[in-house]
Structures are given as structure tokens and as C-alpha cells.
């Protein structure tokens, strides 16, 4: 990083140093308060879900040193900074070198990708590059002449600095023999450059990848000459996985759709289409110099890319743009047998932009309804792809699918549970309402936490399935969001230790968007469009059904249960008309009123109304009808 | 003192700044941004609560630093109470230049799913991974936002540059840009 850079945000930090008076006052508000008890140091892995039980009761030093990473480049202000693109001058010089079997020989394959060998084979295969990933499925590589332009890029990056710092992490691992050598090369995550590594270019090169290659580790940076960044990477990677992004899709949250995943079989039929237009249509600009590309001024305009998708397929990378004011198309290719990456301009044809849309099509639906999606040949086959096909098991990443894991330590946790507030109207904040209404998650001790769904983006209705799907509950809050009105922005709830993660039954805040505040735009503050509108006291008077008995109290919800902004106890329900509520509301607000009926073992929290705000009449509109029959069947 | 009392006050110690900051990027007054302060660490101490790890106890704290400020931004009671204008630019700053207040004022006019994940990421150096567990999305979506961000930061910031700049300069930057808009990867 920049030292100019560092001491920018060193300033702006310093601002936010705590002042020595304001934790005082944190103190003497503490020691007026009860404590809550801290349980620190089991340990529990995120796959297996296992928990392993050694609570340590946590003093006020027993504490671990949070890992302190390394300063992240600001690269806000660099101009390179999310680039993870090579100057294409590093071609692969494909030696040809022997790939020679290993100790024990099996029938070499004709797949370029397969599924790796069992683990106890320890005579894996000959002509073959094992590769383990840190997420995700192993694979292996067959393509002996794909495994020489690795092992040449490899060679390569054995020219380039030595890597003296710390050891680091590898995300990627390729065990191969070659002349009779075994190899192991680790590629790291991409990472922010350390300054003392950062090469002296215009470009401004930001990140990364530290390789070990049998144990010697060298930097290789991106835009830098000579140093495979991308090739590499790209040469090495999975077959089929595809990165696909799509603006104004209305299936999006935002109008802003991407998702990252593999997907073999329309990675290949992407590929022929590509391939159809570069053998039928002559380019409007070609090159394989990316400065030139650069520099080149006809390009069509990026802010008008409709969708991109990049995808790896039998180590070779393409890119494609498709636009929404000109059929021209920009193409960029990365091959490994010739080393080099490929720049171009298309005027496509109408069916051949409708080819490109079916496929973007087919990867969004893909996309959206995996969890675990498993692409095989037979899926491959049956699109009609073209030769050379390659087996491997896939994957989608883009999606969680709801899994639990053991818990017996939250299971056995005594959370407060306590009573709930009943003061009529009243406001609690958050740091006095921890009363907790019922709805509580502390009730549950199953031991087992859920994952909790990925629901943004989602609908409400589809959130509410796929939480209660998961076994989880939930309750809805509305507010202005840059989302389109009536998808969801994401959840809320109180939790302890990781969050992601509750015990079945927790109530979950769904928080569905309202869409912009498009109210006078002298009534907001355009820097903040989430909060701060119009607002001001009001009363909102809310019927209950004839025929109503028990005691019933009725709470509205910020944030999650934990929070009770609002609340009234009717403890007799029987004869009475309404109840009411004092509250402060900002114009358009909308708020939902939760009852529970305090007879009932259950405790659930029924949803009894909607209610909007308009500031300007100060008046409340109910939205959609009083669920009077959950009430009376409470 | 009690031995809760000594570990808020280290955890104050060595969150306080990032709790503080975090609440700074959501919301606008001093006085709001003090009580929310306050709030996170009283619920901290007055809570049961697990944590595997240190990282555990850091997103606990984040996470509950962006639940209150999203209620605050959600309640007009605080603001009222308050009787502040709200101001997304007034940081508090013990040594500022202007192009620190210039970064920052960049960084508060995004919106919230971009300034969060920027700031967490950038500022406090918090793992992607962390950040996705703490905002409850993807790291795929993680990264898209910080891209996005960056994108966005990056052209405010070009677009308060100094007009004084070459033509040669202006060309550069043209070309950096290009970079940006076009990088990929699988």
C-alpha cells in the first residue's frame, strides 16, 4: 500500500478511537448492571458441525489473540485495484517435456478431467495432475499436452521473485510427474501484494498469487511482465466453472444478478457459439496485445454491457460481453496451447445474440434453484456439445443449503429469557428490551443449530418457505431499501457465537424491502436513503375480532424479538374493541404487529396486522386485513 | 473491579475502535453514534454468551454494532431525542487532511450494502469470509460489493480530483479505469 494511502486511513481511524470518557461511561453503566456470563474456547470446525465440549469459563484474560491480518491495500483509490488481469506477454512455451508415468502405472485416461482416485490409491495414475482445492471437490488434469504448458508455466514462475515472508495458505494444490520428477505446486488465494513486493509499474498492480513450488515459494503479481498471474490460475482450473453476471434481470435483488458456480455443460455450449462466431464472422478489432486493446477506442461502451460471463473450460479462459444498445460482442480468450490471451470485437448476428441469451437463460435458472447441483456427462451429452467432451463432478458454490450442526453448548446455554415488557406504548431500546417476549430462541434446546438460508433477494412468501423449511421461525420488518420493493434484504436476529447459525425454532427477521424512499426529496437526506424520513408521533389505534378472550399482548418488532419497540398487554381480551399504541413513525413506514397469546403453552407470535404510516396526514392504513382467525385460534 | 468489568474493558480496548468505526460508517451524529457505542458493549456485557473464538467475539460485536445502527436508522426516536441534524460527514477526526475527509465523505455516500463490506474489509482488514458470515451473504457476494464499491469510490474520488491534471494523466487514468471495468476471473 501506498504510505500515503496507509496514512489516510490511519487518520480516519484514529477518529474513530473511543474517547477514554465515553468507555468510562460504558464502566460505570456496567457496574450498575448484572453480568452475563462468557463461555469462551471450545473449538468446532464448520464442516463436520461437531462440537467438542471444553468450555472454558472466560476471565478477563483468558482470551486469544484475534488473528491480525495484514493491512489490505486501500484499494478504494487504486486504480488497478480490483483487477485481476495479466499483460498477455507471458506465452506459454510449451517444452513438450515427457510426462512420465508415476510408480505405479494404471490405463491413462481419455477424459481431460475426472474425478480424482480413491485416496488409498497411492498409485493415483500416470499422465496425471492431481489437483485438491481448499473449497471444493478435487479433480485431476489428464491433458498430458495441457499438463506440459502447465508444468512450462510453472517453470516460469520459477523465474520470478522469491517469496520470503510467511507461509502461506494454499487454496490450490497440483501434484504431477514430469521427467520423471514429481511436483507439488501450492497456489495460494489471490492476495493483496505486500509493499515490499510491489512491482514498479504504471499499472499499478495490486494483487497476487504466492506460489510454492516443492517447497520454494516465489510472487507473481498481476499486469506485470513475464509472470504467469492469470495463465496459470486459469490453466489449472476446474472445467465449467463460470463466473455469470447480468444487469437489469428481474429475477435479481437489485436488478444485478451474478452468481459464481460450474456449470460444464453450458460453459461448453458458451464455447461453440463463441467458437461459431469467431470461424463464420470476421472480427471488427483482434488483438494480442493488451495495450493495444487498451488503447483502442471503438470498444463498446461497458456501461451498457447487458451481461459477462467467464468460464474455464479444459484450462483454456474466455470472457464474453454481450450489450444492450449494439449487437457487437467483446471476446477475450485464454489458451494454453498457445500461451496466449486473445482480444476481440464481434458484430454478431441476431441468432447468434438469441444463442448467447438462451444459455445466459439457462445458467440463471441453473443457478437459482441448486444447492447442490450435480452436472455429469450425461447432462453434457444430451445439450448436444461438441466433441472432446470431459467428465467432472460439479458443483454450485453461488447457493447455502441449509445443514445443522451440533451444538450442546448453545443447546445448555441459560440465556436470559425473562419476562417481557408490558408498558403500554412504551419504547424500549435495545440495550433495556433485552426482555425477551415470547418468540424467545432461548426456549429451544435441541442442540442442534441450523444454517440459516441464504433468503436474500428472495421474495417474502419464498423467504418464509425457506426458513420454515429449514426449521426455523420468523417475523417480517419492513423498510426503505435500494432494493426493489417486495424482495428480501436480509435477516436479522440475536444471536450468539457464529452467526449464520441458530437453533431450530429461532425466530428469524425477515427484513423485506419498500423499495427507495421516493418521498419530497427535501424530507430525506440523499446520502442516507435508508433512514432518517419525516417522522413524528402518532397513535395508532388497532380493532380486535369479537369473540376474543385471554390475555394477549401485541408487539412490534425492530431489528429482531429481542427488541420490542412497541408493546400492549390486553389481559382481557373478552368485550374489548381495539387497543392502542403510541409511537413514533417515519413517513411510509410500516410496521407489523406480532401477538401472542399469553394462555397458550406455545407462545408463538402470530402475525395480526400490517400498518403503514403517512406522515403528512399522520394517519395509519391497514395493508392487506386483520388476521383475526389466527387470533382467535391462538 | 469484577472480572466482567476487566474483560469489557479489554474488550473496549481492542474493539472499541472497530465497533466505533463501523457505527460511524451507519450513522450520522456524535451523540447517536456514543449511545449506540455504549449500547453494543452494555449488551456485551450483560449477555450470556459463547464464542469459539476470538474471531466469534469480533463478529459478534460487528454484527451487533449493525443490528442497533439499523434499528437507530429505523427509529426516528433517536434522531427526535437527539434533536440533531443528521450528518453522514462528520467524523470526528483528531488529525485530519482533506484528503482523508474527502476518502471518508467518498466512503459514506455509498449505500449501505457497499459501505459496510468496504469498510469492514478495507479498514478494519476483516477476511472476506468473516464478512459474509457477519452480513449473511455469499463471499461471492461479498466480493462483488467490494468491487462495486471500489468502482464507485474510485470515480468519486477521480471526479473530486483536481482538474489541473495533464492530458497525459487524464489518458491514464482512462486506461486504468479500463482495467477495472474489464477484469475477470474464474
Not at chain 1, 425457506?466 to 440475536?494: C, F, K, Q, S
Not at chain 2, 449488551?43 to 463478529?59: A, V
Not at chain 2, 458470515?133 to 455469499?138: E, Q
Request: aromatic content about 10%; some cysteine; charged content about 30%.
Amino acid at each position: 500500500m501506498k504510505e500515503k494511502e496507509k496514512e489516510n486511513i490511519s487518520y480516519i481511524l484514529e477518529g474513530f478511537e473511543p474517547s477514554s470518557e465515553l468507555k468510562r461511561r460504558v464502566m460505570e453503566r456496567a457496574s450498575k448492571l448484572e453480568p452475563g456470563r462468557k463461555t469462551f474456547g471450545y473449538e468446532r470446525t464448520t464442516e463436520n458441525r461437531d462440537t467438542q465440549k471444553e468450555q472454558i469459563t472466560m476471565n478477563a484474560f483468558g482470551t486469544k489473540e484475534a488473528t491480525i491480518k495484514r493491512r489490505f491495500p486501500i484499494a478504494v483509490i487504486s486504480a488497478a485495484a480490483c483487477a485481476a488481469l495479466i499483460i498477455g506477454t507471458a506465452a506459454v512455451g510449451l517444452n513438450r517435456n515427457k510426462i512420465e508415468p508415476l510408480k505405479e502405472s494404471e490405463p491413462s485416461s481419455t477424459s481431460a478431467e475426472q474425478p480424482p482416485a480413491a485416496k488409498n490409491e497411492e498409485s493415483i495414475t500416470q499422465n496425471v495432475m492431481n489437483v485438491t482445492v481448499q473449497d471444493g471437490d478435487p479433480y485431476t488434469i489428464t491433458d498430458e499436452d495441457r499438463i506440459a504448458a502447465i508444468d512450462a508455466l510453472v517453470e516460469q514462475v520459477k523465474q520470478c521473485r522469491v517469496w520470503e515472508g510467511e507461509k502461506v495458505p494454499a487454496s490450490r494444490i497440483l501434484n504431477y510427474t514430469i521427467n520423471g520428477n514429481e511436483h507439488t505446486v501450492e497456489i495460494s488465494e489471490e492476495r493483496p501484494i505486500p509493499e515490499e513486493y510491489r512491482p514498479e509499474s504504471e499499472l499499478h498492480p495490486e494483487f497476487c498469487y504466492v506460489i510454492t513450488v516443492d517447497g520454494a515459494s516465489y510472487i507473481i503479481c498481476e499486469m506485470t511482465p513475464g509472470e504467469p498471474y492469470s495463465e496459470l490460475y486459469w490453466a489449472t482450473g476446474r472445467s465449467g466453472d463460470l463466473f455469470f453476471q447480468r444487469m437489469n434481470d428481474e429475477r435479481s435483488s437489485d436488478g444485478y444478478y451474478f452468481d459464481e458456480y460450474n456449470n460444464e455443460p453450458d460453459s461448453r455450449r458458451l464455447r461453440d457459439i463463441i467458437e461459431d462466431i469467431r470461424t463464420n464472422t470476421t472480427p471488427l478489432f483482434e488483438t494480442e496485445d493488451v495495450m493495444a486493446w487498451y488503447d483502442y477506442e471503438d470498444k463498446p461502451d461497458w456501461d451498457n454491457v447487458r451481461a459477462t460471463c467467464d468460464f474455464n473450460l479444459n484450462g483454456c479462459h474466455y470472457n464474453i460481453e454481450v450489450y444492450s444498445d449494439t449487437d457487437r460482442i467483446v471476446l477475450d480468450v485464454y489458451d494454453w496451447h498457445d500461451g496466449k490471451k486473445h482480444y476481440m470485437i464481434y458484430e454478431a448476428s441476431k441468432e447468434q445474440i438469441a444463442e448467447l441469451d438462451k444459455v445466459f437463460d439457462s445458467i440463471a435458472n441453473s443457478s437459482a434453484d441448486t444447492s447442490s447441483q450435480d452436472e455429469t456427462d450425461e447432462t453434457a451429452d444430451s445439450q448436444g456439445t461438441s466433441s472432446g467432451s470431459q467428465s467432472t463432478s460439479s458443483k454450485s458454490s453461488g447457493s447455502q443449503s441449509t445443514s445443522s450442526k451440533s451444538s450442546d453448548t448453545q443447546g445448555t446455554s441459560s440465556k436470559s429469557s425473562g419476562s417481557q415488557s408490558t408498558s403500554s406504548g412504551s419504547q424500549s431500546t435495545s440495550s433495556d428490551s433485552q426482555s425477551s417476549s415470547s418468540g424467545s430462541q432461548t426456549d429451544n434446546n435441541s442442540g442442534d443449530l441450523i444454517r440459516i438460508p441464504d433468503i436474500e433477494g428472495l421474495t417474502e412468501e419464498e423467504a418464509a418457505a425457506a426458513l420454515t423449511d429449514a426449521g426455523l421461525n420468523y417475523i417480517v420488518e419492513y423498510w426503505h431499501y435500494d432494493m426493489p420493493a417486495g424482495r428480501v434484504t436480509g435477516y436479522n436476529y440475536a444471536y450468539d457465537d457464529e452467526y449464520g447459525y441458530a437453533p431450530a425454532g429461532t425466530y428469524i427477521t425477515i427484513e423485506v424491502s419498500l423499495g427507495e424512499y421516493d418521498g419530497p426529496v427535501e424530507m430525506i437526506k440523499p446520502e442516507h436513503g435508508t433512514g432518517y424520513y419525516p417522522s413524528r408521533e402518532s397513535t395508532l389505534e388497532v380493532p380486535l375480532p369479537e369473540g376474543l378472550s385471554g390475555s394477549f399482548t401485541f408487539n412490534v418488532y425492530i431489528g429482531n424479538v429481542e427488541n420490542v419497540a412497541y408493546t400492549e398487554t390486553v389481559n382481557n381480551a373478552a368485550g374489548v374493541s381495539s387497543f392502542s399504541l403510541d409511537m413514533w413513525e417515519a413517513d411510509r413506514g410500516r410496521q407489523v404487529i406480532y401477538a401472542i397469546n399469553n394462555n397458550s403453552g406455545n407462545r408463538k407470535l402470530i402475525r395480526y396486522a400490517t400498518y403503514e404510516f403517512d406522515y403528512m396526514s399522520g394517519t395509519w392504513t391497514l395493508i392487506g386485513s386483520l388476521n383475526t382467525e389466527g387470533l382467535l385460534n391462538s | 473491579m469484577t472480572d466482567e468489568e476487566k474483560d469489557l474493558e479489554y474488550v473496549m480496548d481492542k474493539y472499541g475502535r472497530t465497533v466505533s468505526g463501523i457505527i460511524a460508517s451507519m450513522l450520522g451524529s456524535q451523540s447517536e453514534r456514543e449511545d449506540i457505542f455504549q449500547e453494543v458493549f452494555l449488551l456485551y456485557y450483560t449477555k450470556d454468551l459463547f464464542f469459539g473464538d476470538e474471531g466469534s467475539r469480533r463478529s459478534w460485536l460487528i454484527r451487533t454494532a449493525i443490528n442497533l445502527c439499523r434499528a437507530a436508522n429505523r427509529s426516528p426516536w433517536y434522531r427526535l431525542r437527539n434533536g440533531e441534524e443528521f450528518d453522514p460527514n462528520t467524523v470526528q477526526y483528531t488529525e485530519s487532511e482533506p484528503t482523508d475527509e474527502r476518502l471518508w465523505q467518498a466512503v459514506c455516500r455509498l449505500k449501505e450494502k457497499y459501505r459496510l463490506p468496504l469498510y469492514l474489509h478495507y479498514f478494519e482488514e476483516i477476511p472476506i469470509s468473516d464478512i459474509a458470515k457477519v452480513m449473511g451473504l455469499s463471499e461471492g457476494a461479498v466480493k462483488m460489493r467490494l468491487s462495486r464499491a471500489r468502482e464507485r469510490i474510485k470515480s468519486e474520488l477521480e471526479n473530486s480530483r483536481n482538474i489541473t491534471e495533464t492530458e497525459a494523466e487524464a489518458h491514464e487514468r482512462k486506461r486504468e479505469r479500463e482495467y477495472i471495468i474489464h477484469s475477470r476471473r474464474v
